[in-house]
């Protein structure tokens, strides 16, 4: 009977000790994560400023946002820079990834230097960028030098998102350079020399082996470069303040100055929920492309 | 028995003695707030605050400096715990959310009439008849930066700075047409999107009715004023940046020698290198086209409802803003102090001996002249979205996307949408 008593209690710890492991976890998630969310969505259908206690007013907040110009505007350009960012994002870490994926010497070295703009602090970087995108800029100055006129990288409403686009890529271009070289050097190397010996160029190689094997990491990348694109917020405060004239102005600027410099907390919320929505509407769709194994 | 009955004793004398201990130490903590002083004048802050500690033995003050004073000072309203007395901007927002003392309430009349009029009676702190902000410290618009070495290669008289904004912003359109700087070192954003309707208040545009309740943005001297701004910019008297800058980027191109002039307070000093210190004068700040002139803003000091002590926090606050501890810190700084007989005291009556006190005699010798002071106040509740609307717009006619007309019918609408 103790034999059998001590066996269900094994099968009972066997169980459970798992979901203990993952309990202290998912209090922090939920103390920081689910819990503010939930109070965001709550906050959305009130008028709400931090400082005197929240009032309920239905839909409002989101009818007003449905006819706000800022809104409309940092939604479009929130699309914008997504469709700027993203396409970049899967294809330049994967080319700096081949690159460092090559048994030569000194490699490592470059590899390190790749990755450097990865562990250089935003406000840094973005100081460095806003020097060089003035007017009289280095990188004017170079365009000036080669017979190109000035461009208004930070004033020139066309221009200012892709300015903030750069630095974005060149700031994440390392991280997801890192994903792809752990992808490249798990395909197994036998396949590639298969395909060099039966003549395949390297082009071939390229497209028809390493991309195809490579699919899930260019998935991966897809889906979190697509949400960090859409949750942008840094390079935009330092660079342009959602300047000129709105043509930067983000949904996460947007709902920063609402909620900080309007104390509109609960218009403010009631857009950050429209931008998760938004979000899990994506991360829905790139799960659902995931688990069929390809992109269509 | 004997070893409980001694145990029971060790017990009952330890926890009297804490008892004691702790109403003998009980002491008041009033949590104290400022704002950015603790790198260059933290000696400063922690010599009052050992002075009042002194003086006051059963008060302890707990001090904090903050770089995001609105931000974290909601966050800690939020949380319901905020500092007793805090430096903070836009105190009226918070008066009009009724989180702080009304002053009338805390301090007496003789207390209350140590303050420059102008600023404690109707400055950014007064709120439907009360008076909820001490002002401590100006600092800011209080004189002119100029180059002499670009208004030399300007073609310029470097002896003969611009007197009013007319000349000023002619002086900065030469600048740009004759070298390769920029004239005006001026942005759209600046704290908290004010530099635009700094612009208009410096030159007395009607922005509301009397009420305060509909825009009249769109008069004839508002589109005089933006198109002189927006024609320096179209040369280059303006940097492009200018519409898409943030944070101290206007004093970074000054810093630079990419900008030829720059209107702020004399503060500013402490950035400037010895060796463009050389190349620098500096005035009084240009009269509008009407002769009128922009005070800057005071920084405030506010004290909470939630304060458990508010009026020790209110002694504390007068401490710290009475004559003789802010002309201690007007000697460390070119700042300019809040109380009459501060602006009366010899410091600033003697002959000056280095920039801050030149500074600071300038700033107090326009305070005293007599010509229109505006001052640059919320005039309206929802005042921080309008001026993000004014900088939207003027922003888009500074790049050529709409005309000056429209631009001030597009804020004249959107600000009448939100009054």
Known sequence: MKIMEDFHYWKFKRKIAPYLFLLPGLIMLSLFFFWPILNTFRYSFCKYDVITPPVYIGLQNYNRLLTDQSFIQALQNTVKYSLIVVPCLIVIPLFLALLIDQNLKYIKFFRVLYYLPRIMSLVVAGVIWKFMFQSDGVINSLLTFV??????????????????????????????????????????????????????????????????????????????????????????????????????????YFVYQRAFSFMKMGYASAAASILLGILIIVSIIYMYLFSKGEIK | MKKIALLSFVVIFALISVNVTAVAEEKVEIEFWTILLADAFGDYINGMIDEYEAANPNVEIKWYDTGEPITEYMTSLASGNPPDVANMHHPRDFAARGVIWNLDELLT????????????????????????????????????????????????????????????????????????????????????EQHVIDVLVWEDVELLNEDKTEAVINNPKAVDVLNTLIESYEVGGIPPEAVSSSGRDTLNWFLEERTAMFVQGGWIKRYISDDLMEKIEYVKVPLGRDGSRVTGTPNWIIISKASEHPEIAADFATFVTNTENQVEFCKLVAITPTTKDALEDPFFQQEPENFNQLAQQLAIEQLQEDVPQNMLIPQAENWAEMLTILKEEVDRALIGNQTTEETLENVERRWNSLL
């Open chain 2, 109 to 192: 009349e003789e207390q209350q009439d140590t303050y420059i009029d102008n600023l404690y009676l109707y400055g950014e702190g007064e709120y439907e008849g009360g008076h909820y902000a001490i002002p401590w410290y100006g600092g800011s618009a209080s004189g002119m930066f100029y180059n002499r070495e670009i208004f030399e290669a300007a073609g310029l008289d470097p002896d003969q700075p611009p007197k009013t904004t007319k000349e000023m912003y002619e002086f900065a359109n030469i600048i740009a047409k004759n070298t390769d700087k920029y004239g005006l070192s001026w942005d759209t954003c600046g704290w908290h």
């Open chain 1, 147 to 252: 017979g190109f006129g000035k461009v208004g990288w930070l004033s020139s409403p066309k221009v200012a998102i892709f300015s903030v686009a750069i630095l974005t890529i060149w700031i994440a271009s390392a991280y997801y350079m890192i994903i792809y070289l752990a992808g490249l050097q798990s395909i197994p190397v036998s396949l590639i020399e298969s395909a060099k010996i039966d003549g395949a160029s390297k082009f071939r190689r390229l497209w028809h082996i390493i991309i195809p094997l490579m699919k899930p990491y260019i998935l991966t990348v897809t889906l979190v470069s697509t949400v960090g694109a859409m949750r942008v917020f840094g390079e935009v405060y330092i660079l342009t303040s959602g300047g000129p004239g709105g043509a930067t102005n983000v949904l996460t």
